[in-house]
Antibody, heavy 122, light 110 residues
């Protein structure tokens, strides 16, 4: 399974960041067991989970970002996407997409993309 | 400020055994399993340990995880130069209703 992020590397303050993650080697709708996630890492800081989506459309978001996030799927392209609105310099980060697997109700991110750097600047 | 606390750095010599700690609270490590990720900058992070002490296929048994109360540890034995990387712990936080991570520990093999 491989995941690859894509999207603009530069976004202006107050605008909307849009990224896509293309999944290859497996279908995002191939198993009900998995959710598909976005995670980010600001420069010099730790990882932050943004949110996750199931192919059924069920989503759950980090409450700290929930008001600005939309995660969606495009089954025809085997992709899922992130939209983060009203970006500021604090949203500058490497953005990763990942697959979330679970066992017995406990979950983990078992496949990740290489990440894409998004800079916020006018 | 990360929810889970890790030392920013660790080091060891080849062949040595080292441990990396991850401290949390009753709503995360105290209530849920812990996962560990290995990350070389510029590459995809790799799941190293899941469900506190399970190794995915292909991860050497030199890597092991454990948990006690609200703290967890990653142990690496027989240290190799290729183990030089950043290591992150993670768990679900029931109070925040979010997956949370540690700030990461940069391991240097001297």
């Amino acid at each position: 399974l491989q995941l690859q992020e894509s999207g603009p590397g530069l976004v202006k303050p107050s605008e909307t960041l849009s990224l896509s993650c293309t999944v290859s080697g497996g279908s995002i709708s191939g198993s009900a067991r998995y959710y598909w996630a976005w995670i980010r890492q600001p420069p010099g800081k730790g990882l932050e989970w943004i949110g996750s989506i199931h192919y059924s459309g069920s989503t759950y978001y980090n409450p700290s970002l929930k008001s600005r996030i939309i995660i969606s799927t495009d089954m025809s392209k085997n992709q899922f996407s992130l939209r983060l609105s009203s970006v500021t310099a604090a949203d500058m980060a490497v953005y990763y997409c990942a697959r979330r697997g679970c066992s017995g109700g406990e979950c983990f991110f078992d496949y990740w993309g290489q990440g894409t750097l998004v800079t916020v600047s006018s | 400020q990360s929810v889970l606390t890790q030392p920013p750095s660790a080091s060891g010599t080849p062949g040595q055994r080292i441990t990396i700690s991850c401290s949390g609270g009753s709503s995360n490590i105290g209530a849920h399993t812990v996962n560990w990720y290995q990350h070389l900058p510029g590459t995809a992070p790799k799941l190293l340990i899941y469900l506190t002490n399970q190794r995915p296929s292909g991860v050497p048994d030199r890597f092991s995880g454990s948990k006690s109360g609200t703290s967890a540890s990653l142990a690496i034995s027989g240290l190799l130069s290729e183990d030089e990387a950043d290591y992150y712990c993670s768990a679900w936080d029931a109070s925040l209703n979010a997956a949370v991570f540690g700030g990461g520990t940069r391991l240097t093999v001297l």
